[in-house]
């Protein structure tokens, strides 16, 4: 029996990140699973949060759900594993599934070298 690993794969196009459960996390977690595409598990102490493609954690969406201040360090405060390339930026923190998609924002060419 042969098994193909490596670039035989493909892409899941699925990111995630897990977070504490706790009430910040309990309800950054809430809100992002009212978002087309995110799941949800829960666990006693965590909370993953699965997105299709990518996950944009906007802080002032944040901030409004949670009635006090959320920013980066925040996000990092209730955050531990994640997958997916994740991008921190002033107003929100986003995970691609896709290196390409974050293309924009981590200075990754496209373009073939030659």
Do not use: W
Not at 8 to 14: L, V
Not at 65 to 76: K, V, Y
Not at 82 to 90: A, I, P
């Amino acid at each position: 029996m042969s098994m193909h690993f490596g670039s035989d794969t493909a892409s899941s196009n699925m990111c995630g990140v897990t977070l504490m459960n706790t009430p910040i996390g309990r309800t950054v977690a809430e809100v992002m699973g009212a978002k087309d595409g995110v799941e949800l598990t829960e666990y006693p102490s965590m909370i993953r949060v699965d997105g299709e493609r990518l996950l944009d954690f906007e802080y002032d969406e944040l901030t409004e759900a949670l009635g006090e201040e959320f920013d980066g360090s925040t996000f990092e405060e209730i955050s531990s594993t994640h997958y997916g390339r994740m991008v921190h930026l002033d107003d929100k923190t986003i995970l691609f599934a896709n290196p390409e998609d974050a293309a924009e924002y981590i200075g990754f060419d496209l373009a073939a070298q030659s």
